[in-house]
Each structure stands twice: as structure tokens, then as C-alpha cells.
């Protein structure tokens, strides 16, 4: 029939699958216009190719499919163009998120390009530290279960996901604890964040000195370099100010070589 179209000449034509001509049909959104009294078969028109257009112009650009139909059943200027200013509010907000994104694999690859470059392994500097924000989430950890199942605490409470704080997960160690010379339970964990988040976790590492050492190894391996960095504080004759920070640069995710693995510790002092 004459500039009449079956669902499968219709989806061929536009380059759509046949399923997702039925779902608009189902939802009321672009239905067969005409029906063939005698075998039931339903047809498109050519007066639809520019709405079945409009649709996926709309799709592509980000609309809802329910926001699409309202648009269509209600055409109108003003509201053409409340359609738009939303979207394009959305694809602001989206753009800021990749931007945080893409700025986060930034500083991540520079965090591990320079691992890679880092030779002066098990020896104690001292670091000047801006001010760091974070969220930390306070708690006994003595175990890597335990610390796998804090952060998943963690990450749900500070309503964050895994794209946020890629390299960025520490844990602490009491300020009483190292004097006791006990390493093996950490009293928090955090993850160090680069953007601003409503959460009651967010906190700070305060700027100041750092004794600092970097190892091949795990949090396990952890041990022996907080012996080194205490004696290291001790004839120096600095004063530890609080919790240690531990946080493994580069872990088994990154490489399977152990030979790799990197972790730092920094225990913030004053002469």
C-alpha cells in the first residue's frame, strides 16, 4: 500500500529494532496509524517518519521517554523549552561529574608514575603537607576482612562510589597506639577526597610536618617501618601529634607482582 509501512519496513528504514517499535506502540508513544480490515496487519505512514525523528533526537540529546511522550501529547513552545533548559541543566551537572572525574585519573596516574620513580625505599623524610580533606569512618580494624567491610560501611554512609576515591583509602593508627609501639590494629579508616561532600564523616589531615617512609609491601608488612620512623622521631627529638596515615599507593588491584606494591605511612610531628 501506497506510503504505507509493516513494523519491519518501518524499523529497517529507521534503522530500529522491531521491539522497540512495539514498546512505543505498548506505552502509547508512536502507535500504528493505520489497520488492514481484512488481515489485522497495522501500518506506519510517512506522516510519522518525522515524529519517530524527533523521538530519537530527543533520545539522543537525553530524554526520558516519559518526558518525550508529554512533550508530544502537550506541543507547545514554553513547554518545548522548559524541556530544554532541564535538559540542559542535567548535561551541566553531568560535564562538573566528568570533569571530577577525569580530574581524579589525573592525579592518579601522577600518584603512580611517581611511585614507579620512588628508589629511596625504608628511609624517613620529613614532608610539608597542605591540608587534607576526607571522609573517616572510626572503628577497630584488625583484619583485611574488616577493613574491606569498613569501607563498604564507609563508602555507603558518605553516600559515595568507587569512581570517587580511586587511590585514595587509608587507615590510621592511634596516636596512643604507636607509642605503645603497637601496630597491628588501626583505629579508622578513611578515604581522601578531592571534592566537596555533605557527609558528618568529612574531616581533615592538618597541614603541617610529616615523618614519612615508603615500602614494598602491604598493610601487613607495615610493622618494621613504624619502628624506623619511631626512631627516627626519637633522635630527632620530635614530638608525634596524632594518628598515623597508611595508605597502600600502589596494591595487588594494580599489579600482580608483589614486587610492585607500594604503601606509605606518615605520622604528623613538631620539633
Known amino acids: ?23 512505543y506502540d505498548e506505552i502509547g508513544l508512536l502507535q500504528p496509524i493505520h489497520t488492514d480490515l481484512v488481515n489485522g496487519y497495522r501500518y506506519y505512514s510517512t506522516e510519522q517518519f518525522e515524529q519517530l525523528n524527533t523521538i530519537q533526537y ?15 501529547d502537550h506541543r507547545d513552545i514554553d513547554g518545548f523549552l522548559h524541556l530544554l533548559e532541564k535538559q540542559k541543566e542535567l548535561t551541566e551537572q553531568k560535564i562538573k561529574e566528568l570533569e571530577q572525574v577525569n580530574s581524579r585519573f589525573q592525579n592518579r596516574i601522577r600518584d603512580i608514575q611517581s611511585a614507579r620513580n ?14 587534607r580533606k576526607a571522609v573517616r569512618l572510626m572503628g577497630k580494624i584488625g583484619s583485611e576482612p574488616e577493613m574491606e567491610v569498613s569501607l563498604r560501611q564507609l563508602e555507603n554512609m558518605a553516600n559515595m562510589n568507587s569512581s570517587i576515591f580511586i587511590g585514595g583509602v587509608g587507615l590510621t ?35 603541617g610536618t610529616y615523618a614519612s617512609i615508603y615500602f614494598r609491601g602491604d598493610h601487613k608488612d607495615s610493622s618494621p617501618y613504624y619502628s624506623i620512623l619511631l626512631r627516627f622521631i626519637e633522635e630527632n627529638s620530635l614530638n608525634i601529634l596524632g594518628d598515623s596515615m597508611e595508605r597502600m599507593i600502589i596494591d595487588h588491584y594494580i599489579s600482580r607482582d608483589q614486587d610492585d606494591f607500594l604503601t606509605e605511612i606518615q605520622i604528623p610531628v613538631n620539633p
Open 118 to 131: 620512588i628508589t629511596e625505599l625504608g628511609i624517613v623524610k620529613l614532608l610539608h603537607m597542605e591540608e
Open 58 to 72: 530527543l533520545k539522543r540529546l537525553g530524554f526520558s521517554l516519559k518526558d518525550i511522550k508529554s512533550h508530544l
Open 173 to 207: 593508627v592511634s596516636v596512643n597506639q604507636i607509642r605503645a609501639d603497637r601496630f597491628d590494629e588501626y583505629n579508622s579508616i578513611f578515604i581522601l577526597i578531592e571534592e566537596e561532600i555533605q557527609s558528618p564523616l568529612v574531616t581533615s589531615f592538618a597541614e
Open 1 to 23: 500500500m501506497k506510503n504505507l509501512f509493516t513494523i519491519g519496513e518501518m524499523a529497517k528504514l529507521h534503522n530500529i529494532t522491531m521491539k522497540t517499535l512495539r514498546y
